[in-house]
């Protein structure tokens, strides 16, 4: 977490709409740094700031594209996602499936300020969950 200007407190994440960012899912746990929040920092080098409502067609749209986030994998205590989980995704897959026609839903106050370097705001607003 950034420290604010003086060097001392610790300056919270922010979201797309500029608020406090919120966890994404700890049940499946998510984020680079599996904290459940879909912040990001400079060994992120993937962006995971997009905190999704994965569906079906995206998870067979990832597979195809070389990322099987559906089948679990034991030997990272992964137990593979399933429609209707949350999951920090990477901007740059989130824009690739938009562009194909299979973004999945957003939840804005879970997706890191940092996504706005790839997605735009009424892209990630028109596929807000309960939007």
Same mark, same amino acid.
């Given at each position: 977490?950034?420290?604010?200007?003086? $060097?001392? +407190?610790? &300056?919270? !994440?922010?979201?797309?709409?500029?608020?406090?960012?919120? %966890?994404?899912?700890?049940?499946?746990?998510?984020? *680079? %740094?599996?904290? =459940?929040?879909? @912040?990001?920092?400079? @060994?992120? %080098? $993937?962006?995971?700031?997009?905190? /999704?409502? &994965?569906?079906?067609?995206?998870? +067979? *749209?990832?597979? +195809?594209? $070389?990322?099987?986030?559906?089948?679990?994998? #034991?030997?990272? =205590?992964? /137990? =593979?996602?399933?429609?209707?989980?949350?999951?920090?995704?990477? /901007?740059?897959?989130? #824009?690739?499936?938009?562009?194909?026609?299979?973004?999945? #839903?957003?939840i804005l106050e879970? %997706?890191?300020?940092? !996504?706005?370097?790839?997605? @735009?705001?009424?892209?990630?607003?028109?596929? +807000?969950?309960? $939007?």
């Amino acid at each position: 977490m950034p420290l604010d200007s003086t $060097g001392g +407190a610790p &300056v919270p !994440a922010r979201n797309v709409l500029g608020g406090r960012l919120v %966890t994404c899912s700890v049940d499946p746990l998510t984020g *680079f %740094t599996r904290s =459940g929040c879909c @912040e990001t920092g400079p @060994e992120d %080098t $993937g962006s995971h700031t997009v905190c /999704a409502v &994965v569906t079906e067609a995206f998870l +067979a *749209f990832s597979r +195809a594209r $070389g990322n099987d986030l559906s089948t679990p994998r #034991q030997e990272y =205590g992964f /137990a =593979g996602l399933k429609p209707g989980d949350r999951w920090c995704l990477c /901007a740059p897959r989130w #824009q690739e499936a938009l562009r194909a026609g299979h973004a999945p #839903q957003v939840i804005l106050e879970a %997706t890191h300020m940092a !996504a706005l370097m790839t997605c @735009e705001l009424d892209d990630l607003k028109r596929h +807000a969950a309960g $939007g």
